[in-house]
């Protein structure tokens, strides 16, 4: 059989013309597309520029035994898309920087790029450009997007106050799960609950309507995505505002695969909130706003919004069950206790 | 002695604080900057945004033998804002996406943010925002541009025509014959011009001024950036607009440094011309464009802006001396030769 050809044997040139054919024609929002010195687009009139990047390194966010290419093509994607959504924005545009071993094959480039290409039509975004370089290691995909949004519909960390109502979309846990099973040598596709939470840990699903509606609507005082996970997003968003949270263990929504797996080893709840990679929003809701909210959950098409718990005056992050307080379980960190390192 | 702290024993959020800090209070353009999902700023009235994304990767763009953890910072941001200026546009807005060896000391993390933000100075660009990871192995700086260019004042690369003239500014071959020198284990300061080759390899200066005026004042029909050599850029350009080009050799201006040290093992022009680095830019001038183009040359400040050859029907891409013609030598390739692995 012949080997597929790596993309060290293409070259650079080759590579971006495989890339530019492979996302088709120019888009029409763009002036410049992919192939000269930096793309050029038109601002949406009237809106700001929402920015952001990300990335995803090989050995860090991703082990290629549990991902396949286009999973991360997928996922480089999604994960920003998800900070634009953080926001209240809309993504518009994406930039997309590879490194890429030499060795790597052609197949498995483009299997990179049909994944980026499916959450690309999913979230309306475009590829405006990039670039591509060789890595002596790692495969790293970094991406950033370019969104808008209204002036005055911004939706920061920082704007929380005491008594904001904490509310958080779908369920958390689930990505960790996932990991967690496919770590301890889960092969297959597994049973029940667990299979979505493999599905979440591959190829999140960012809550871009949830978060635009949230946006324009000027339903929430703040808002955060949950990619470390539920104890880094209620932290941060308590640190940036000058409060603190109460969060209900009893009310939290824990997947139900995540519930069944973590419990094996004894408590859910910790696991499930310190695990990464959810990808839900997390909003604080001033009482004066709850009938604008009531809007962006009856428009969340079956994503359920639960309201978790509360920011505080009391600078502590503390987390409430059968009548006891606790800190918080921290959440997931990249220069810590890592479970990829 | 106290050994300098790791990144590792500090955390991300500790190091996100830590880079809002240096880069000072947050800039008037930005409606949101640094430690949010993203960041927000409002587009310039009347301007496209122009768009790019670069990347400097240990072991394949620089090696910390060669180059200071400043150097690396500084030249992150001057590859792409040379891009950006390549497009007749002006640089605006920055994201750093730092991808960092867990080791790395956190004087040296300083290091390197006080390289990028000279160069940020200089260009009068803002540091919007960024994300930082972890690296299972190389250091990588990857830096995404935010410019803004008025409508129909783009450079593009496939504007050129059969009988354009192409200008090159600076010299060429300086990075290549610098890196060259660090590579034979040269030490302390070289002598002479080659001083100045390894100031280019370690922090190339983007020509920002020139390739803004040379937009706004419409003075060319196409432009591109010398990142991986002249030979790469005449042929990116010839490719792209449609034609060959001929390069004249005796008009080539080496760099006096180059010239000195490849002349030692031969022919200067071949390195010279594929040597990558060098972050000069080449425009494509039709011959009715001449008088703007002169205006240009006036405003470049001591830059000299040197004809060096023209584009031509016959697609091939070449190079006259002796009044003999022979392929124009190719570009620095990243997936081919490397120099640095």
Chains 1, 2 share one sequence.
């Not at 071993?101 to 980026?116: I, N, T």
């Not at 932290?235 to 000058?242: C, D, N």
């Not at 109460?246 to 973590?262: Q, S, T, Y």
Request: contains cysteine.
């Amino acid at each position: 059989v012949a080997a597929s050809p790596s993309i060290g044997d293409l070259g650079e040139a080759a590579l971006v013309r495989r890339i530019r054919e492979r996302f088709g024609p120019q888009a029409s929002e763009l002036a410049v597309g992919i192939g000269d010195d930096a793309a050029v687009a038109a601002p949406v009139r009237g809106t700001l520029d929402v920015l952001t990047t990300d990335s995803l390194v090989e050995g860090i966010h991703f082990d290629l035994a549990y991902s396949t290419f286009e999973d991360v093509g997928y996922k480089a994607l999604a994960v920003n898309v998800s900070d634009i959504a953080a926001m209240g924005g809309i993504p518009r545009l994406a930039l997309l920087s590879l490194i890429l071993p030499g060795h790597l094959a052609v197949s498995d480039l483009d299997g990179l790029l049909d994944g980026f290409s499916s959450m690309a039509s999913a979230a309306k975004v475009t590829l405006a450009g990039g670039n591509i370089t060789r890595s002596p290691g790692p495969l790293i995909a970094d991406v950033t997007v370019i969104g808008s949004a209204r002036p005055r519909r911004i939706l920061r960390r920082n704007g929380g106050r005491p008594g904001d109502a904490l509310y958080l979309t779908g369920s958390i846990g689930g990505a960790a799960a996932g990991l967690a099973w496919l770590q301890r040598g889960g092969s297959g596709a597994p049973d029940g609950p667990l299979q979505d939470c493999v599905a979440r840990h591959r190829r999140p699903v960012p809550r871009l309507r949830i978060g635009a509606i949230a946006g324009q609507t000027r339903a929430a005082s703040a808002c955060i995505d949950l990619s470390d996970g539920l104890g880094d997003a209620v932290a941060q968003i308590a640190a940036e505002s000058g409060t603190g949270a109460v969060i209900d263990a009893a009310a939290l929504p824990l997947h139900p695969g995540a519930r069944d797996w973590f419990s094996a080893d004894g408590d859910p709840i910790v696991p499930s909130v310190s695990g990464g990679d959810d990808y839900e929003l997390l909003f604080a809701v001033p009482r004066k706003y709850r009938g604008r909210f009531r809007g962006v959950i009856n428009h969340a098409r079956g994503i359920p919004i639960t309201p978790i718990g509360e920011l505080t005056a009391d600078r502590r992050v503390l987390l409430t069950r059968n009548g006891r307080t606790e800190p918080l379980p921290a959440g997931f960190a990249h220069f810590g206790s890592d479970p990829l390192l």
